[in-house]
């Protein structure tokens, strides 16, 4: 399973204690799946997902009564037709009775739709008027204004439209909105809550991403998926190990190049001066800072400095052969040479 699945499983689990967080939940789950009323006036709601499904049917039942039956192997339009036909919803495979449920309340129906894009895909449909016009007016007049019921919102909105990379890969989350109103609404949501989202168009959607790791940890806490937030961290702290002791690798590496590639110079500017005015014509400190350079040519500055009588600080070391550098540069000059390397 993905990561993102693995974080919407935990997600399923969980409904807000509140009867406003979850309507707010409720109303992120209708506006960014693009579900709703049909041409028939039966509330829609569509999903690939069993668990989001069933999570739907759990908020029916808390927030309007409604007793959810569950027809399998069937696909909606087909079912759709068999109502029609018989007055009557289908029959329901597998229905847990509850105490106190009268067949006369309005129902919701939970069915395995096998029609759309060749894949299955679960629809959840509410065909009684009064409880669909209970729960488009509850939908359509919720006000998101508390943190908890923001933390809702955006759990609901994940669930139906958004993913998240693995950890190991990328930080990148996005959720897919059907219009530019939807994408605003959840950026201006996720900005009350601190979290700094972009919006871009792709397409005929628009989504709403996160590429900070520390954002993405905060909207992982904030939906509730603790488990998951403990995974993230886990893999995020590794992950930033690793890419620390790289770059000190990196750092070290290159530091040992340039060392390298310095005594190299150094010594070809010591022996080129051996070899035309020798030593004795250097400036007093020069010939035993080039004396003591050919002896230990891996030695660093410090070290140098640390064989020299009186011994040198890495700044006096560095002075010194970059004047024996000066020299052989004039003696090349005079010879109409280039530096050999």
Known sequence: MSFSGEIKK??????GGARHCQIAEQKAM??????????NGAHIFRTENLEIAQKYCLLLKKLFGLQVVRQEGISAEAAGQMTEATGQMPEAVGQIPEAGHSRQEPAAELLEDR???GRPSWCVTVRDAGAVARITDTVEHAIVRKDCCRRAFLRGAFLVAGSISDPNRSYHCEIV????????????????????????RRKTHFIVYIKES?????????????????EYENIRILKEMRENVNRKVN???ANINKT??????QIEDIRLIERTIGFRSLPKGLDEMATVRLQYPEATLQELGEKMSPQVGKSGVNHRLRKLGKVADAIRGDQGGEREW
Request: glycine share 6%.
């Open 260 to 265: 390298v590639s310095a005594a190299v110079r």
């Open 30 to 39: 209708l506006l960014y799946s693009r579900s709703g009323t049909d041409e």
């Open 251 to 253: 750092c070290e590496t």
């Open 115 to 117: 029609s759309r894009r």
């Open 10 to 15: 935990e997600l399923c689990r969980q409904t």
């Open 177 to 200: 909105c059907g219009d530019e109103e939807a994408a605003q609404t959840l950026a201006s949501v996720l900005a009350d809550l601190h979290i700094s989202a972009r919006t871009a």
């Open 214 to 230: 520390s954002d993405l940890a905060d909207i992982i806490g904030l939906m509730g998926a603790r488990v998951a937030l403990m």
